[in-house]
């Protein structure tokens, strides 16, 4: 059986790792009080190397914003943490016999650096970075390339695993996939599909998964 997981704010902790990042990028360049969360707001979703480009011109910064992505990268990945029980249950889902593809939107050089840096890389056959596709969650057309990287077909239906109510479990009702909505300590409000599940984390996500065996 195939299961899909996103990776931030699924499998790592994304808006911790990026606060401490424009914590100590505020203090080095000295920025005023209030940079911190200028940077976060900006960067909240999605970072991408244009996004430094409009960073550096609102701090006056003389930096080349190609550094600053690196600067980033580099940063970003360094503080990158899995979120709990995330590979042990990797772990154990896949010596069960599944089949694990991580479904992602961002940047490949951002998503990559953080995968290799937690170690993440290594529990997964198959791994969808939307720029390097030019694809997007919640296209169908996303997840029928993870598929393939994974070796796989989806048309012999999965699961989903995310804390996207419209990339991830939207993306899961465009792919067929069955859904898991990791919460994060929020209530589903609403969105495009109601998830078959909902867990607090991605660890009792994965427990469920190992209890319906596909
Ligand atoms: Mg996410």
């Known amino acids: 059986m195939l299961a899909f997981f996103d990776l931030d ?100 050089d951002i998503q990559r650096a953080k995968l290799a840096a937690t170690g993440l890389a290594s529990h997964f056959d198959g791994i969808c970075v939307s720029e390097e596709i030019g694809v997007r969650k919640p296209a169908y057309e996303h997840f029928d390339a993870a598929a393939a990287l994974c070796g796989v077909r989806l048309s012999a239906g999965g699961w989903m695993v995310g804390d996207n109510p419209d990339t991830d479990m939207g993306g899961a009702s465009a792919a067929g996939l069955r859904a898991v909505w990791v919460a994060n300590g929020r209530e589903w409000a609403s969105g495009p599909r109601e998830p078959d599940a909902v867990v607090q984390s991605v660890a009792e996500a994965i427990e469920l998964l190992r209890e319906v065996k596909g």
């Open 9 to 108: 704010n699924t499998l790592i902790d994304r808006r911790g790792g990026l606060e401490d990042w424009a914590r100590g990028f505020a203090r080095s360049r000295r920025l005023p009080g209030g940079s911190e969360s200028v940077i976060c707001e900006r960067l909240r979703e999605r970072a991408y190397p244009a996004d430094f480009v409009h960073l550096r011109e609102a701090f006056g910064l003389a930096d080349d914003p190609g550094d600053l992505w690196r600067e980033y990268v580099d940063g970003v990945a360094r503080s990158a943490r899995c979120l709990p029980g995330a590979r042990e249950g990797l772990e154990a889902l896949r010596a069960a016999g599944w089949t694990l593809g991580i479904t992602t939107n961002g940047a490949g």
